[in-house]
């Protein structure tokens, strides 16, 4: 089955400077990786998606990078603030099966 | 839409009493998921459904969780009886199963405490 690794579990960053967060995976390539945004007591909340033939994908202060031959997706978030501090989760989706495995989370937290 | 309606949002009971969570999907969308999450074991898929058919319950812990789907906009999620290990946050997302891309729309979860 597949394996999910989010490096450090949290993450400590001062305001303005770029966040990179990583997950690394086992086993097949998916053909869509998924990163969602979750605060205390909320629910996941899905941010990009990136397809397997995509090197990158921006989103405003967002980017997202897929390497199929290293099975690791970075996360990067550039001038990152405090209103950034959350729980980021990475979820790689098996189209096949029609469900996503998700990793178990790096929080970060941006101090002005 | 109103997004992913879950409830109750908190729960506390006593081990060995029966607790039932609700799921009210987002309209339209024809897979709805059920998962658990904990600190030890985060993110954990229970069970899914598409079109209202379970799909794969390979996650439900044991035979002490059940899940149904009566309709398109309505889903539970059964424990009976609750143990204290059962306490954990538990999460319904649905999504359109057509595209593919299964990008999943959460509710804001119920939190289970099982004394």
């Known amino acids: 089955s597949q394996k999910i690794e989010q490096n450090s579990e949290a993450l400590n960053i001062q305001e303005g400077k770029t966040a990179t967060l990583t997950c690394n995976y086992t086993?097949?390539?998916?053909?869509?990786l998924q990163w969602y945004r979750q605060d205390p007591g909320r629910g996941p909340v899905f941010l990009l998606l990136?397809?397997?033939?995509?090197k990158e994908k921006r989103k405003e202060r967002l980017k997202v990078t897929f390497d199929t031959t290293l099975k690791q997706s970075l996360f990067h978030i550039t001038a990152s603030q405090p209103a950034d501090s959350a729980t980021y989760l990475c979820?790689?989706?098996?189209?096949?099966?029609?469900?996503?495995?998700f990793g178990d989370g790096t929080t970060l937290t941006v101090k002005p | 839409d109103a997004g992913v309606i879950q409830s109750p949002r908190h729960e506390v009971t006593e081990m060995g009493q029966e607790v039932t969570l609700r799921c009210k999907p987002i309209?339209?969308?024809?897979?709805l998921f059920w998962y658990r999450q904990t600190m030890m074991r985060g993110l954990e898929l229970l069970i899914y459904?598409?079109?209202?058919?379970?799909?794969?319950d390979s996650g439900m812990p044991e035979d002490r969780f059940s899940a149904k789907m009566p309709n398109a906009s309505f889903s539970t999620l059964k424990i009976q009886p609750s143990e204290p290990r059962d306490s954990a946050v538990y999460f319904c997302?649905?999504?359109?199963?057509?595209?593919?891309?299964?990008?999943?729309?959460f509710g804001a979860g119920t939190r289970l405490s099982v004394l």
């Open positions: 997302a649905s999504t359109t199963f057509r595209d593919r891309k299964n990008i999943q729309y």
């Open positions: 086993n097949y390539s998916p053909a869509y």
């Open positions: 990136i397809r397997e033939n995509e």
């Open positions: 979820a790689l989706v098996n189209t096949n099966a029609g469900k996503s495995t």
């Open positions: 309209s339209g969308h024809n897979s």
């Open positions: 459904f598409n079109n209202n058919v379970p799909i794969d």
